[in-house]
Nanobody, 124 residues
Framework: QLQLVESGGGLVTPGGSLRLSCAASGDTLANYCVGWVRQAPGKEREVVSSISRVDDSTYYADSVRGRVTISRDNAKNTVYLQIDSLQPEDTAVYFC?????????????????WGQGTQVTVSS
């Protein structure tokens, strides 16, 4: 059974960068479309980015396009999210989620596999 563990969150000042990691165990992450979903207090969940299993095509939310890069390292069974030019509005818990589908997912479901989340706080 697939399990996901996120890491790399933390406290950064505006303009800083972070690289979040999503390490998988129990199955091969290359068999999944993988995404990053964030949730800030009092706000709805937002799919930040996703990467397909077929051709590594990617999706980026308008709120982060140009500042975020998603990538996967199949040898390490890990997906990464590089976030640059962080702003206070990026503060949220970031979840890694995996869906066993062929296409590019932009809406993940509760029954997909979710990690426990990693906190990203952007503050001066």
């Amino acid at each position: 059974q697939l399990q996901l563990v996120e890491s790399g969150g933390g406290l950064v000042t505006p303009g800083g960068s972070l690289r979040l990691s999503c390490a998988a165990s129990g199955d091969t992450l290359a068999n999944y479309c993988v995404g990053w979903v964030r949730q800030a207090p009092g706000k709805e969940r937002e799919v930040v980015s996703s990467i397909s299993r077929v051709d590594d095509s990617t999706y980026y939310a308008d709120s982060v396009r140009g500042r975020v890069t998603i990538s996967r390292d199949n040898a390490k069974n890990t997906v990464y999210l590089q976030i640059d030019s962080l702003q206070p509005e990026d503060t949220a818990v970031y979840f890694c989620v995996a869906a066993p589908v062929m296409g590019l997912v932009v809406t993940f479901r509760d029954h997909d596999t979710w990690g426990q989340g990693t906190q990203v706080t952007v503050s001066s």
